[in-house]
T-cell receptor, first 121, second 110 residues
Framework: GAVVSQHPSRVICKSGTSVKIECRSL??????MFWYRQFPKQSLMLMAT?????????EQGVEKDKFLINHASLTLSTLTVTSAHPEDSSFYIC?????????????????FGAGTRLSVL | SQQGEEDPQALSIQEGENATMNCSYK?????LQWYRQNSGRGLVHLIL?????REKHSGRLRVTLDTSKKSSSLLITASRAADTASYFC??????????FGSGTRLQVQP
């Protein structure tokens, strides 16, 4: 159980185009979804947190207009990289939790998608 | 800034040997988790240890937690080539999403 599907696994695009990445929880309701960015041989950097039906909470330094997050249902969240540039090339990973992201909630385990390798030419 | 720093950054051992990775963190936590990442893939949850626990086992995994030193260790016993991966600790402070450490890249030589 607790499977998260992320699609596509790899995308190559031209500079200036927009890319949409989907993250789906297949066998549970993902109350909260997280989007991370990871550079080679480095740790995960949290970009934003979203609760179903609410606006995403972005981490400091992450451009909201650049990285659009939609979490319209309990099983689907999307990250759209708008007007992508070479510096946006990275490995993007989503994760999902079946617990709401809120103060006092702990013990939640995150279930990760397989990641999306974005290369912007 | 990262909550967790891991040590060593890279570890190479022979199959059958034990692998020990350490994680240090800065603030109080509700629990600490360990995840594994195969190259170019997502993370897989391995084990969770709560702040009031000192040791936990799961198969060949043994995790310890010392809240006074703000540190944790992950021991993989009788390692196998398939254990080759990066291992991350993640802290849950109850105030925000999990914060991941810098990771340890483990290479198990067959």
């Amino acid at each position: 159980g607790a499977v998260v599907s992320q699609h596509p696994s790899r995308v190559i695009c031209k500079s200036g185009t927009s890319v949409k990445i989907e993250c789906r929880s297949l066998d549970f309701q993902a109350t909260t979804m997280f989007w991370y960015r990871q550079f080679p041989k480095q740790s995960l950097m949290l970009m934003a947190t979203s609760n179903e039906g609410s606006k995403a909470t972005y981490e400091q330094g992450v451009e909201k207009d650049k990285f659009l997050i939609n979490h319209a249902s309990l099983t689907l969240s999307t990250l759209t990289v708008t007007s992508a540039h070479p510096e946006d090339s990275s490995f993007y990973i989503c994760s999902a939790s079946d617990l709401p992201y809120d103060r006092g909630v702990s013990g939640n385990i995150q279930y990760f998608g397989a990641g999306t390798r974005l290369s912007v030419l | 800034s990262q909550q967790g720093e891991e040590d060593p950054q890279a570890l190479s051992i022979q199959e059958g040997e034990n692998a020990t990775m350490n994680c240090s963190y800065k603030t109080s936590i509700n629990n600490l988790q360990w995840y594994r990442q195969n190259s170019g893939r997502g993370l897989v949850h391995l084990i969770l240890i709560r702040s009031n626990e000192r040791e936990k086992h799961s198969g060949r995994l043994r995790v310890t937690l010392d809240t006074s030193k703000k540190s944790s260790s992950l021991l993989i016993t009788a390692s196998r080539a398939a254990d080759t991966a990066s291992y991350f600790c993640a802290t849950d402070t109850g105030r925000r999403a999990l914060t991941f450490g810098s990771g340890t890249r483990l290479q198990v030589q067959p």
